[in-house]
């Protein structure tokens, strides 16, 4: 008897260690987080939770009167959300914390598509205006073709500081290398010195900030068309890039301490087609690529990445038509933005989807769990997607 008594004692306290340490456990298993993803056929902005509820919506109207919200972009440790508004040609301010409107950008350039603070120096973003150049109304050059500095001033109000007309860079005068200069998205040098730009038709731009110059680049026959995934190794002296088309997905390494160096290509084609998104699981060491006309995944580990024969993984479907990707601070889970059957004309192509809204991906099984619907189905559009870390 006494030694029942002593083992329901036992259980009893171990029910109690259960009921103590468990939410404890899931707490640290489950943390909270946001997922930031934008319609840009509806002109909103859903904030959703780690399970992809729904917390809120922030509209057009409130963006600052935002038409077309493509991409969505921070950096750690600042507190601030960049939404790039393509038609609108703005850029809205959204606080990382709260999603309250910090302030509105206008007239950064034609057809904005992303801006993007530099990681080393914060206060100072840089937009990527991908609409071709054209006469202005009093006959000067517009804003196309640029990239634009705008710079944040006493914390909470930002101007454009200066523009970089890409078109008249002595660097990118052959236009049998450099069929465009219409710039699409950015990435950085780990001093932050060197902007990387990857160009509409093919091709990269080296730009020197303390120059404000081209000063270097790489032609079509280096660089596919339609670049536009950046993403840095964790020690930041390496860059990731993507290009690619309906046909063809590349991946390329940068070296990026001091000048850039292009260390590494590999086409991806066979594995997957129209490389786009893309992020580094910093918990497994491998670089994540998002594949958009092949709807699936290829995951290529860092200690490799350089190798000719590097050997990536696969995931077979995360949803039909993939674009952009972010992971969850904790990287157990990647969320994916889908788009809708009706996409928005942007640039470089439209690519039908099915499923508008956000694929949520198990990092460990590296499986499918489920796709969250936002949005009117028929018409919604996904694109941006971001996960503020609330600093």
């Given amino acids: ?131 071709p150049q ?65 160009l509409f038709n093919g091709g990269l731009a080296v730009i020197d900030l303390q120059a404000w110059a081209v000063v270097k680049g790489w032609g079509k026959n280096e660089i596919a068309e339609n670049g536009c995934g950046f993403a840095a190794s964790r020690s ?32 991806l084609s066979k594995l997957g087609q129209d490389s786009h998104g893309i992020a580094v699981d910093g918990a497994g060491n491998a670089l994540w690529v998002v594949h958009r006309v092949s709807s699936n995944i290829t995951i290529h580990p860092l200690a490799t990445i350089r190798k000719a024969d590097q050997q990536p993984g696969v995931i077979d479907f995360v949803g039909k038509t993939p674009d952009l990707i972010m992971f969850a601070p904790d990287h157990r889970l990647a969320y994916v933005t889908l788009r809708g059957p009706k996409p928005a004309p942007t640039i470089p192509h439209a690519t039908v989807g099915e499923t508008p809204g956000v694929a949520m991906v198990d990092v460990g099984s590296r499986k499918l769990l489920r796709v969250v619907k936002l949005g009117d189905q028929a018409t919604a559009d996904f694109h941006g997607i971001f996960v503020p870390t609330g600093e």
């Fill in 1 to 131: 008897m006494r030694k029942n008594r002593r083992l329901l004692s036992t259980m009893a306290g171990v029910g109690l260690l259960l009921l103590t340490v468990g939410p404890a456990l899931a707490q640290q298993k489950s943390p909270r987080y946001e997922v930031w993803a934008a319609d840009q056929n509806d002109n909103k902005v859903y904030i959703l939770d780690p399970e992809g509820k729904t917390l809120k919506t922030i509209d057009g109207a409130t963006l600052g009167d935002a038409k077309r919200p493509h991409m969505l972009w921070g950096v750690p440790k600042d507190p601030h959300v960049y939404v790039t508004n393509t038609v609108s040609n703005s850029v809205t301010v959204l606080g990382g914390k709260d999603g309250a409107l910090k302030g509105v950008i206008s007239g950064v350039g034609k057809l904005p598509h992303a801006a993007q603070p530099n990681p080393a120096r914060p206060e100072r973003v840089y937009v990527s205006n991908i609409g």
């Fill in 134 to 198: 054209a006469a202005g109304p009093d006959g000067k050059p517009d804003r196309g073709e640029t990239i634009t500095e705008v710079a944040r001033r006493n914390g909470s109000t930002w101007e454009i500081t200066r523009y970089l007309d890409l078109k008249a860079a002595p660097a990118l005068a052959d236009t049998n290398l450099y069929p465009s200069r219409r710039p699409v998205c950015v990435g950085f040098s780990k001093d932050g010195r060197y902007v990387l730009a990857t």
């Fill in 236 to 267: 930041g002296e390496e860059l990731y890039v993507t290009a690619g088309n309906e046909k063809s997905s590349w991946l390329y390494v940068f070296e990026v301490v001091g000048e850039p160096k292009l260390v590494a290509t590999h086409n």
